[in-house]
C-alpha cells in the first residue's frame, strides 16, 4: 500500500541554523510533489512544488530536492526564524491525480 | 483576495444528529476538495469537484458522508447521523484545478460530536 513518512514527529532547532525535513514515500510514482506549511487551527499554505524531472526547487530561504530513486523528497529552511515554527506537510502526487495525500507532519520549533 | 472560507468554525452536535458543513472557494476556482484531519492523524482526502465532471467520492468513509457542489461554487458537506468517530476538523480546497495545482485551503470546520 502507499505510504508517505515524514522525520520525527517533532524537531527543533537552533534559530540561524538550517532545517531539514524528510519525506519518504513508498508505492508512489510521484509525477509531482507538494509542500505545504500549517499553523495551530489554520488550514494548509502551499509552500512549494517540485516536478519528477526537476531535482531541486528554491524560493526565498526554502530549497526542495526531489530523488526519484531515493523515493525522497528534503525540505530545507536556512537561517531559520522563530517565525518558521509550525507543521510542514509533504504530498507525493502520481500523474493525473487531483487529490492530495498527506503525510502526518513534521512540527518544526525553532528556538531562540 | 478574498481566500476560501468555511462556515461554521465550530460545530457541536448530539450523536446522531445530521450536520451540515459549508465551503465558498475561490472565485473562479473550479476544483474543489474535502479533507478530513483527525487528532494526530494526517489530512484524510474526502471528495473532489472538477467541473461539471461526476465528482471523487472514492475518500468518503461511509454512506453516511455526502458533498455537493451547486452551481460550480459553493459545496456542502452532510453527515447524517453522526457518531463520535466522526469528530475532526473538515478542510476545504479550492484550486485552479488541472495536474499540480497548488491548493487553497480554508481555515476549517471543527466538528465535535458529544
Known amino acids: 500500500s502507499q505510504k508517505i513518512e515524514q522525520n520525527s514527529e517533532a524537531l527543533n532547532i537552533q534559530e540561524g541554523k538550517t532545517a531539514t525535513l524528510t519525506c519518504n514515500y513508498t508505492?508512489?510514482?510521484?509525477?509531482?510533489l507538494q509542500w505545504y506549511r500549517q499553523d495551530p487551527g489554520r488550514g494548509p499554505v502551499f509552500l512549494l512544488l517540485?516536478?519528477?524531472?526537476?531535482k531541486e526547487k528554491r524560493k526565498e530561504r526554502l530549497k526542495v530536492t526531489f530523488d526519484t530513486t531515493l523515493k525522497q523528497s528534503l525540505f530545507h529552511i536556512t537561517a531559520s526564524q522563530p517565525a518558521d515554527s509550525a507543521t510542514y506537510l509533504c504530498a507525493p502526487t502520481n500523474f493525473g491525480n487531483e487529490k492530495l495525500t498527506f503525510g502526518t507532519g513534521t512540527r518544526l520549533t525553532i528556538i531562540p | 483576495g478574498a481566500g476560501v472560507s468555511q462556515s461554521p468554525s465550530n460545530k457541536v452536535t448530539e450523536k446522531g444528529k445530521d450536520v451540515e458543513l459549508r465551503c465558498d472557494p475561490i472565485?473562479?476556482?473550479?476544483?474543489l476538495y474535502w479533507y478530513r484531519q483527525s487528532l494526530g492523524q494526517g489530512l484524510e482526502f474526502l471528495i473532489y469537484?472538477?467541473?461539471?465532471?461526476?465528482?471523487?467520492k472514492s475518500g468518503l468513509p461511509s454512506d453516511r458522508f455526502s458533498a455537493e457542489r451547486t452551481g460550480g461554487s459553493v459545496s456542502t458537506l452532510t453527515i447524517q447521523r453522526t457518531q463520535q468517530e466522526d469528530s475532526a476538523v473538515y478542510l476545504c480546497a479550492s484550486s485552479l484545478g488541472g495536474t499540480g495545482g497548488e491548493q487553497y485551503f480554508g481555515p476549517g470546520t471543527r466538528l465535535t460530536v458529544t
Open positions: 508505492n508512489y510514482s510521484p509525477a509531482y
Open positions: 469537484f472538477q467541473g461539471n465532471s461526476a465528482p471523487d
Open positions: 517540485i516536478r519528477e524531472n526537476e
Open positions: 472565485s473562479g476556482h473550479t476544483a
